[in-house]
């Protein structure tokens, strides 16, 4: 079935290619680009402001880790510009898609220059920026016989990404380096706006830094033994990291892969022997098995973490700026009492 | 030591025995139903309806979120829509029940594709769609339950009329006017057990619980009590042995099930003693002089 659609998709983005001659950017038209998922799209509307016509494949509340690209998207990315990816293999449909629709535009991975989270929390964190670098030298993009390499070390059964946690976007820090790498991307494909671009850079960069202390605070606050979270799949890995919280997730790094009863036992076990208090749910997943452990262990359901994708314009994390304030509030709330 | 293989992980986490009731009342609901599909050569009407099922399912969703109750009602209007096209064609026109049946399971399949592709941006359709035998709440249980026991009583009010039709479908449609309703009746137990498994296990994996032991038992019983007996036997056993697998190795939870099912029937092929390799190629004692 799934192959029978990607064949679908490809044939029609080759005649949707050859039908569309590739857009050439004028200063006074916005040039097409492509963000991949809602919370990358944020952040390159905001760089981009006016001077971009932006396209987000996976739109608010949509799971990024089992997307699967229609003809529309395929045709976006043949028309683009600039395509913006996160990188770290969080986007494994993006390469045939970008083969498929031909893609010949710029493409940049907002996570170049970020330091990985490898899967294994506790390895050397030393030894983790060593293999980085070695990643480094190698194109973003086809070194996928490395990561399976790597594939070894990890012990999350079934997901489909590679060495490293791609959430990076979770640690406003890494949000800066995000800021950066779309400013340095947008400016190079349009150079007649390029100062523009460096300005609201500079605008969403000081936006990150009030927001970063106002989250330190909150965090710092949290007492020392109401720091372990439980979440549905472990996306917050770098916020955990910035913030020295344990999170755990019976589902794993991906979505996709399907929970064993050993996990949830495990899980169920750990929130009774560390009489953790408040599980959490998230937007994107399916959150029965949450309401079951919250069900089994006595604990609450502390509220909804936004992970992978922003809400919708009414909720409560339609901004990346909102999405991580809100994760914190809610985070501190049920944590702090 | 089996305290601690077997009965501990039942005893210390709710979520095992949930597990293990939802799989016994989908093990007596649908092995039953499961053997009657195979005695009347139809074990693979089971696979096409778990797809005949999907778009309701998809459409119960779309309307009204994760509601176990939209879902399940979504899946059996779909399923019975194809079972009833199907069987009516088959009636009317010269096409036969097993042709008209896969036309109407593949349009409905490709609806289903469609529905959960054009809205599958928001969350993974089959995914939800698929369940988890690990997450089931009160209300699933209860539909569980109440699906089993309403399956069970209503093959034993139709058990003469199947009986007859698996042996011999012209003399039933001879004497009785009501072959059609029996007939019908029967494929909305197969609906309504898959859909209830669907909850449980994710529908492919329905499929596998309510096959795979009635296959496994025609190697150790002749009567379709015995048949029926053994089928529910080998679903409770491997829901069993598959939960605890996947407890003891870290195995997700409905392969693990299935896959010891598989098994099961794998050893009756060879050990099974009515027509198993073994017994079929030994020589028979009686014939000794």
């Known amino acids: 079935m799934t192959s029978l659609r990607s064949v679908f998709a490809s044939a029609t983005a080759i005649v949707t290619f050859s039908l569309t001659v590739p857009t050439v950017s004028w200063a006074e038209q916005p040039i097409p680009v492509v963000a991949t998922f809602s919370i990358l799209g944020d952040m390159v509307e905001r760089i981009g402001g006016e001077h971009i016509a932006l396209t987000t494949l996976v739109g608010p509340d949509g799971d990024t880790h089992v997307y699967q690209p229609t003809p529309k998207a395929a045709r976006s990315v043949a028309e683009a510009d600039v395509l913006f990816m996160n990188g770290l293999e969080f986007e494994g449909w993006l390469e045939r898609l970008a083969e498929a629709a031909s893609f010949n535009g710029a493409m940049v991975v907002a996570t170049n220059g970020i330091v990985p989270i490898a899967f294994e929390e506790h390895e050397d964190e030393h030894e983790e920026h060593d293999e980085h670098e070695e990643h480094e030298e190698h194109d973003d993009h086809d070194d996928h016989e490395e990561h399976d390499e790597h594939e070894e070390h990890d012990e999350h059964a079934g997901h489909d990404h590679g060495t490293f946690d791609p959430h990076a976007w979770q640690s406003l820090d890494n949000a800066v380096i995000y800021a950066n790498n779309i400013a340095a991307g947008l400016a190079q494909a349009d150079p007649a706006n390029a100062s523009a671009y460096y300005i609201n850079r500079a605008v969403f960069v000081d936006q990150i830094v009030a927001l970063k202390s106002d989250v330190d605070a909150m965090m710092g606050a949290l007492p020392a033994d109401k720091r372990t979270v439980v979440t549905p799949h472990d996306a917050f890995g770098y916020f955990a990291a910035a913030y020295d919280l344990t999170f755990e997730a019976p589902q794993g790094m991906s979505t996709e892969s ?52 922003l809400s919708g314009e009414t909720g409560p994390a339609s901004t990346y700026l909102d999405m991580i304030r809100h994760n914190a509030t809610t985070l501190s709330d049920a944590l702090g009492s | 030591m089996i305290w601690d293989l077997v009965v501990a992980p039942f005893a210390d986490f709710g979520f095992m025995r949930r597990a293990l009731l939802g799989c016994i009342a989908v093990s007596v609901g649908a092995t039953p139903v499961g053997v009657f599909l195979i005695l009347r050569h139809m074990s693979l009407t089971g696979d096409a309806m778990a797809h005949a099922i999907l778009p309701g399912a998809a459409i119960g969703y779309l309307v009204s979120g994760l509601s176990l109750g939209a879902m399940t009602v979504g899946g059996l209007i779909a399923g019975m829509i194809v079972a009833l096209a199907s069987g009516f064609v088959a009636r009317v026109t010269s096409l036969r029940e097993d042709a008209s049946l896969a036309a109407f399971y593949l349009i409905s399949l490709a609806l289903g594709v469609l529905i959960v592709s054009t809205h599958g941006n928001n969350i993974d359709l089959m995914h939800v769609l698929f369940g988890t035998v690990l997450a089931l709440d009160n209300t699933a249980l209860i539909l ?146």
């Open chain 2, 144 to 289: 569980l339950c109440s699906f089993a026991s309403l399956s069970v009583l209503v093959l034993a009010v139709l058990f003469r009329p199947l009986v007859l039709e698996c042996a011999d479908p012209q003399f039933l449609r001879s004497v009785s006017k009501l072959s059609g309703v029996t007939h019908f009746t029967f494929l909305a137990l197969v609906v309504m057990n898959l859909v209830g498994g669907f909850h449980a296990l994710g529908t492919l994996m329905a499929v596998g619980i309510m096959i795979l032991p009635g296959a496994a038992a025609r190697f150790w019983a002749e009567s379709i009590g015995g048949l029926i007996a053994a089928a529910a036997l080998v679903a409770m056993l491997s829901s069993l042995i598959g939960l605890l697998l996947s407890f003891h190795y870290s195995l997700p939870s409905g392969p693990a099930i299935i896959l010891v099912a598989g098994v099961g029937y794998g050893l009756s092929l060879i050990f099974g003693p009515v027509g198993g390799a073994i017994a079929q190629n030994l020589p028979r004692r009686n014939f000794e002089t």
């Open chain 1, 258 to 309: 399907e929970v064993s009863a050993a996990d949830v036992a495990a899980l169920i076990t750990q929130i009774r022997r560390d009489s953790i208090s408040a599980v959490f749910i998230e937007s994107i997943t399916d959150n029965r098995m949450m309401e079951q452990i919250a069900n089994e262990t006595g604990a609450t359901i502390g509220g909804t973490l936004y992970s992978d994708a």
